[in-house]
């Protein structure tokens, strides 16, 4: 585990340094583009392993916000099909839902990639203490499997429900092999 939310908020810098130069991400650099009052912004650039042979190089921006939570927005051409990013939110309906006194989650406003099912259990999603190496690793992982998806129609590997049932729970995993150890 490398990469603790105090070492990206307090150095991202040489928090991205030592995530390339120990080996705890392969396959990508990473960079910062911005440090904020309130964010850190650091971008990283996805190189298909040799087994990926065509696959594009994506690339990804990852915000950290202050408070801890994070949103992953991939960066390229905008005509490009996802499976699992939200559909960025327009100014006008950002607006219109700051004005009604709605919540906003960043994810939805950037068009973020949708890169855990939040009905899982906790200990199966994403948190700071399992580092922002792993985090990475998981951006990584889901650009490749966009791109496969693409390329077949299909999420490579089992896919989570999406959405929320209309009493706005999270659906519920259906099938034993999401359990599976």
């Keep these: 585990m490398l990469g603790s ?6 150095d991202p810098a040489r928090c ?11 396959h990508m650099s990473v960079d910062v ?7 850190r912004i650091i971008e990283i650039t996805c190189v298909p392993p040799p ?3 065509g696959y594009p ?7 950290v916000f202050a408070e801890g939570s994070v949103v992953t927005v991939p960066v390229g051409p905008t005509d490009r099909t996802w499976v699992h990013r939200y559909p960025p939110m327009s100014f006008d309906a950002l607006l219109t839902h700051l004005g ?8 939805n406003v950037a068009g ?5 099912y939040p009905g899982d259990p906790e200990m199966y999603r994403w948190n700071w203490s399992k580092g922002v190496d792993t985090y990475l690793q998981m951006v990584q992982r889901h650009l490749l499997a966009e791109e496969f ?33």
């Excluded at 030592?18 to 991400?25: D, E, K, N, R």
């Excluded at 973020?112 to 855990?116: D, N």
Aim: overall charge positive; glycine content about 8%; some cysteine.
């Design 149 to 181: 998806a693409r390329r077949y129609g299909k999420w490579p590997v089992e896919d989570a429900p999406h959405g929320l049932r209309p009493d706005g729970e999270p659906r519920p995993r259906t099938s034993p092999l999401a359990w599976a150890a």
């Design 100 to 107: 009604a006194g709605l919540r906003v989650q960043w994810l």
């Design 5 to 10: 939310f105090d070492e990206v908020w307090g």
């Design 33 to 39: 583009v911005a440090r904020a009052p309130r964010l």
């Design 51 to 53: 087994t990926f042979e």
């Design 16 to 26: 991205c340094q030592v995530l390339v130069s120990t080996g705890a991400v392969t």
């Design 112 to 116: 973020g990639l949708c890169l855990e």
């Design 57 to 63: 190089v994506e690339v990804a921006r990852v915000t």
